[in-house]
């Protein structure tokens, strides 16, 4: 009689699927959602489970929209757990990619960053006004008048890339310069 040995991936998923049970739904997509996330795998929300796809108002929110499911928002804490930033200068970005996107306040300043900061439950920062001023001078943040600052492109570049520092690596990549016409 010939036995079967169980290949590493079924063994992986018998844990899961034991480690989820345990779970209500909403924090079993937080799991599952956060995991990807930190192996830079993408989820297809648009299939079920059999494998079928969903339509219209059945569609679970995907990975890159930070909602959970049945459509409540993603905490503070939960954000910065999920992106990881290893700086303060990447932790300043993912606070003002939260006030932008999940806040609608696209205008902020540095106090208000600090006190979402404290909400996410995330370590104080030594000095929160340099840790901003860096994240303007690495350009993720920009002036927008009266002392507030907002989110650059580079900035949300930046945060959709997070948690993986080699993406992150890879934005930071100096790009050849052309070489200038002689007159």
């Known amino acids: 009689m010939k036995t ?3 290949q590493p991936e079924v063994a992986a998923l018998g844990t ?6 345990l779970l209500e739904e909403h924090k079993r997509l937080w799991v599952l959602q956060t995991a990807a996330s930190r192996f830079s795998l993408t989820i297809n929300p648009a299939v079920s489970g059999s494998g079928t796809p969903l339509r219209g ?28 930033p290893t700086t303060d200068v990447q932790r300043i970005a993912c606070l003002a990619y939260y006030l932008t996107k999940h806040r609608n306040t696209t205008r902020f300043k540095t106090k208000q960053l600090t006190d979402l900061n404290t909400e996410a439950k995330s370590p104080n ?30 900035g949300e570049d930046l945060v959709n890339a997070l948690p993986d520092q080699e993406k992150v690596k890879a934005l930071h990549r100096p790009r050849k310069k052309r070489a200038r016409k002689k007159k």
């Open 57 to 84: 108002a059945d569609t679970p929110p995907g990975l890159g929209t930070d909602k959970l499911a049945g459509g409540a928002e993603i905490s503070p804490e939960s954000f910065i757990r999920a992106k990881n």
């Open 125 to 154: 920062f030594s000095n929160a006004a340099v840790a901003v001023n860096n994240a303007r001078k690495d350009k993720y943040l920009t002036p927008a008048g009266g002392g507030e600052k907002r989110l650059t492109n580079a």
């Open 16 to 21: 899961v699927i034991n480690a989820l049970d």
């Open 4 to 6: 079967h040995t169980m």
